[in-house]
């Protein structure tokens, strides 16, 4: 089991900035996969940042240039630094983590609310 606590949203003014974190605890050693996702009101959840066991990172276009995510060594923390942030990255987000162990599973955190005004 894998268990994910976000935190660092708040409100911030369009081109402001702010850092996600995610405290990651129990079977970290197990983790291949963690990542952020979101989702805006009235919107499915999409993926926002990914990063692998081996560094991999991947971003959704509109996010290109703007968020960066990173993980720490030991798989406890992962974080995303968010720049330049616009109306539309209005959303609640999300941490996520997969391990293929027991033929892939799955784990989500509660989510931390984002908001940026014009």
């Known amino acids: 089991q894998v268990q994910l606590v976000e935190s660092g949203g708040g409100l911030v003014q369009s081109g402001g900035s702010l850092r996600l974190s995610c405290a990651a605890s129990?079977?970290?050693?197990?983790?291949?996969?963690m990542g952020w996702y979101r989702q805006a009101p009235g919107k499915q959840r999409d993926v926002v940042a990914t990063?692998?066991?081996?560094?991999?990172?991947g971003y959704v276009g509109s996010v290109k240039g703007r968020f960066t995510i990173s993980m720490d060594n030991a798989k406890t923390a992962v974080y995303l630094q968010m720049n330049t942030l616009e109306p539309e990255d209005t959303a609640v987000y999300y941490c996520?983590?997969?391990?293929?162990?027991?033929?892939?599973?799955?784990?989500w955190g509660q989510g931390t609310q984002v908001t940026v005004s014009s």
């Open positions: 129990g079977s970290n050693a197990d983790i291949n996969v």
């Open positions: 996520y983590a997969w391990t293929r162990r027991d033929s892939g599973r799955e784990y």
């Open positions: 990063i692998t066991d081996d560094g991999t990172k």
